[in-house]
RNA sequence: GCGAGAGUGGCGGAAUGGGUAGACGCGUCAGAUUUAGAUUCUGACGGCUCUAAUAGGCCACUGUGGGUUCGACUCCCACCUCUCGCACCA
């Protein structure tokens, strides 16, 4: 790629006078418009204002060594145009931008090099920055932070402590993959299908390991209900909905055989369907297992349960393959006939979900029709759609219908069946209405070095307690070696003097500081809200100020974080609004997801690959302006769509054009009204477009108007002046740059946003068009508003529309004002 | 399997409270300018047809097949394809 200015002349092309000068060279033009708004402060946002606010986020990035691609400036782009429109229509817009700096790629690279992530992470920061500022974005960068940052963390810990001591915060045994060749935990995507890991190959197993959870199932409930008021794709609604997965049901209690006074209790959503019951399913880990297994099945159900927690949790949640099984030899009674039906064990039936045991009804369940048919087991029929009974079912019936086989219930609607029995269960006393969730408690805790410190201490007698808060931040023991203990425990386990956790005074030993770290997540929960105060040393947030920025107006990001990132952050936001901390009950109002941008074959852009594409290379080549016009051009924000460097190539064409259009002399004369209406049109448009967020249609109307303006010989100011302030959120350096060389003060992005006559955008005179039988066969140009009548005449008498009618009755004639004449025969 | 979304020229995409399909850009071809190339400017780019030419006319066309309507890219039904998410949650 060349070097320097002008991306489409090959040589001798030299600007010469001022002007003359038929392109622009992007390389001095944005060095000096980015000193200038960093000189200024440009992008300060001033909390005193008494302007009306605007908070626009962007998602941070996790600063990779790889920097950043195109698709990160495309967002920004997003909001750095909405933020500079805020700005111009006079709001105080807060626009941040900070690091998600903790995480696995800087300690993996640690390991490889000895290098302090510390040392890498501050490295790539550094040229993140440096290429987020040579795209023009106007950040306020006296409120960057980084989560890795002793002074931000201390604040991740100080949340974590509060959730502690009000309980959210607990310690159990989860079931993790544990690679003894590696000396790790894995998360499931770093297992293989077969059981190994992906890096070495090494066997992977089951083991359960004392984990830090996070009770984000006590939120659930309103997690669920706030989604409603929100401002989001509907699409990542669902997504949150589905991820915690209400379902409504009931526990029934079945007694045991041969166990007197023990109950089986399972969870089912069908209690309807209880007369159809024709087996029990348990869980390979359910607790009753071993109790109900006869002598003489004892030896195959250990095998199966022993097989079954060797597989890893992505071999077990297989749904298409076949489902194994074995029996206990054990029989339950179902509380609705007293019919004894026998127990098995399979692993179809997860612990983790209601009470890891299920009855099955094959005849309208299609997990446990499958199930029954591969074992032979009994299939009834008791719910049909229309009240007659079927006779051998192909498939299971999970629809709902009416009642048959289930004695006195026979003929009730399902959804009556399952109140009635509810209830007369709940009175015997073996049963419950119950609501589930698929959502589970947050594994919180991480095997790894770079990241937060839990600040808690385990005491000698087992209990464990949070330092004090003025012991916050509990900083990262710098490391010899990055690798994992080989226990299980964090690099941070084989640091004896920072392990040890002694009394100030005394010295006395007190406890073992906890060596797990927290996730990448934890750091990402509540950046928004220290973007509002970043230097704030005796709070998270002062409330005042959090007050006066929340909520976040507009969050823009990728779909890949719709559920994780997103929900944990609404969850720690609600528990700051409990605690008092912050004063809305959501965080972000308003969520736009950025597409995709594919390589320009057409496939996701990949260093295997070779199609990726470079910003800094495009930034040198075409401008920054043209990467951020071209990017909005390209289609719809929301849409996954691949790169052109021809399209860009036209973008710079178009910019090339604006830039001629103002060589030479301006007149101050008005500008022909064709040409006005244009102007105002344009001005509708774009306003209209930025709201809606739908650049690339604004762009458009901006390419129209430049064609009319380039048909008048004269320049006229009303025109530029109107161009250059609609262009410049999108192309800022040559919006500040034009705005500038028209005789105006900088900056243009504190300018006042245009507006526009609607006596200008509106028509005088109108094209209506003829149709016959709803075919075009002609048109006339009318002033607007011709009456009805007028516009039949017209059209009757036109040539083209008698010709089409001849000879055929006119059965009904449709006029639609200042649209179009339909003669029907 | 379940859930959500999308199918429009050679390409990216416009237009949906039903009413001129293809804005804008890319690309291709031809012409003008130029010593030449690049840049810039003008025009053409579904098929057929009329005319000396201009203007004009006819037909087809928004994944496929039906339906509603005077009129459907837009609404309804069925199907096909693709993308994304979840994936044994009882």
Redesign the pocket.
Known sequence: MPERGDP??????EATGTERE?TFDHLSIEKKWQDWWLAHGTFRADDASPKPKFYVLDMFPYPSGAGLHVGHPEGYTATDIVSRYKWMCGFEVLHPMGWDAFGLPAEQYALQTGIHPEITTRRNIDNFRRQIRALGLGYDWDREVATCDPDYYRWTQWIFVKLFERGLAYQADMTVNWCPGLGTVLADEEVTAEGTSERGGFPVERRPMRQWMLRITAYAERLLADLDGLDWP??IK??QR??I?R?E?AEVDFEVEGLPGERLRI????PDTLFGVTYMVL?PEHPLVDRITTPERAADVRSYVDAARRKTDVE??????E?TGVATGGFAVNPVNGQKVPIWVA????I???T?A?MAVPAH?T?DFEFATRHGIPIVEVVSPDGRPRGPLPEAWVGEGIAINSGSYDGMRTADFKAAITRDLAARGIGEAKV?W?LRDWVFSRQRYWGEPFPLVHKADGTVVAIPEDELPLTLPRVESYKPAGTGESPLANIPEWVEYRDRATNDMIGRRETHTMPQWAGSCWYYLRYVDPRNDRAPVDGVKERRWMPVDLYVGG??H??LHLLYARFWHKFLYDIGVVSTTEPFRKLVNQGLILGEDGVKMSKSRGNVVNPDDVVARFGADSMRTYEM????LE????W?T??I???R??L??VWRLFQGEVTDEPAPIALRRALHKTIRKVTQDIERM?F??G??QM??LV?EA?KEEKRHREVLTGLVLCLSPFAPHLGEELWERLGHEPPVCRAQWPSFDPALVAEDEV?V?F?V???????VTVPVDTPDDELKALALAHE?VV??IEGKPVR?V?V?RN??V?V?V
């Open positions: 489409m002349a090959t040589d001798d092309q038929k509907e699409s669902d997504m589905n991820w997965g379902s049901g969870f089912t959503t069908r869980s077990r949640s297989d749904a298409t393959k489902k692993d179809y039936v997860l983790s979900y209601g890891g299920i369940d997990r589930n698929r779909a890949e719709a559920v051009f390209m289609g719809p849409v996954v769509k691949p052109s021809q399209g190539v036209g973008v064409r178009f090339e054009r739908r690339n249609t762009i458009a390419m129209t064609n380039y094209k068009v149709q039988n709803g075919k075009l066969r002609g048109d083209n010709r089409h009904k449709i639609l649209r179009l339909n029907v």
